[in-house]
């Protein structure tokens, strides 16, 4: 059963730390996104892979780092530069970088 | 600035009847465009799509007409289920068969299908 789990579902976080969410797809996709949702906002993209081991900044990529070490995983970390972090956070693959992306359902990461 | 945008944040419409959502894009290099739909608390998942060199697609009781003189697409639920109520996006893509990683996301519109 190919998907794309996201973990934690629910996520809290102390000012000054920083937090790591998880991504991984068996769809056997190349490519992986990280979205960011504001309430009553469109995605916004932070990250994306097109392969293993590259990466590219999207519209709101600072106070956020991602690595992509692996076909199957793209996990995001949240600095303590990122200022605003409370949102809901969506992970997409895609086969070779193609529409429609396909997404995992989700993350929230609230502050404490 | 929005470059997809639904004007209308909310519908309401009776079970069996047409639902129409309403996108308007900015960017004419915007050449592939798809619907998702989204419940709270959980990922959008993909509905339909269509590409620029064609003005409608067909899936079921969902079909995506694209103008693209106007700028404009719809999506048309015929006819409209309880089960179809939800938050549907709008979501444009430049490039090369649409195949440009980059996806621009509308704000969306809440669907309500009453019984």
């Known amino acids: 059963d190919g998907g794309i789990t996201q973990s934690p579902k629910y996520l809290f976080r102390k000012e000054g730390q920083n937090v790591t969410l998880s991504c991984e797809q068996n769809?056997?996709?190349?490519?992986m996104y990280w979205y960011r949702q504001d309430p009553g906002q469109g995605l916004r993209l932070i990250y994306y892979?097109?392969?293993?081991?590259?990466?590219q900044k999207g519209d709101i990529a600072e106070g956020y780092s991602v690595s992509r070490e692996k076909k199957e995983s793209f996990p995001l970390t949240v600095t303590s530069a990122q200022k605003n972090p409370t949102a809901f956070y969506l992970c997409?693959?895609?086969?070779?970088?193609?529409?429609?992306?396909?997404f995992g359902d989700g993350t929230r990461l609230s502050i404490l | 600035d929005q470059q997809v945008k639904q004007n209308s944040p909310s519908l309401s419409v009776q079970e069996g009847r047409i639902s129409i959502l309403n996108c308007d894009y900015t960017n004419s290099m915007f050449d592939y465009f798809l619907w998702y739909k989204k419940y709270p608390a959980e990922g959008p998942t993909f509905l339909i799509s269509i590409s620029s060199i064609k003005d409608k697609n067909e899936d079921g009781r969902f079909t995506v007409f694209l103008n693209k003189s106007a700028k404009h697409l719809s999506l048309h639920i015929v006819p409209s289920q309880p089960g179809d109520s939800s938050v549907y996006y709008c979501a444009a893509s430049g490039g090369y068969a649409g195949n440009n990683r980059k996806l621009i996301w509308g704000l969306g519109t809440s669907l309500a299908v009453n019984p």
């Open positions: 997409a693959s895609s086969y070779q970088g193609r529409q429609p992306q396909h």
């Open positions: 769809l056997n996709h190349d490519a």
């Open positions: 892979s097109q392969i293993v081991n590259d990466f």
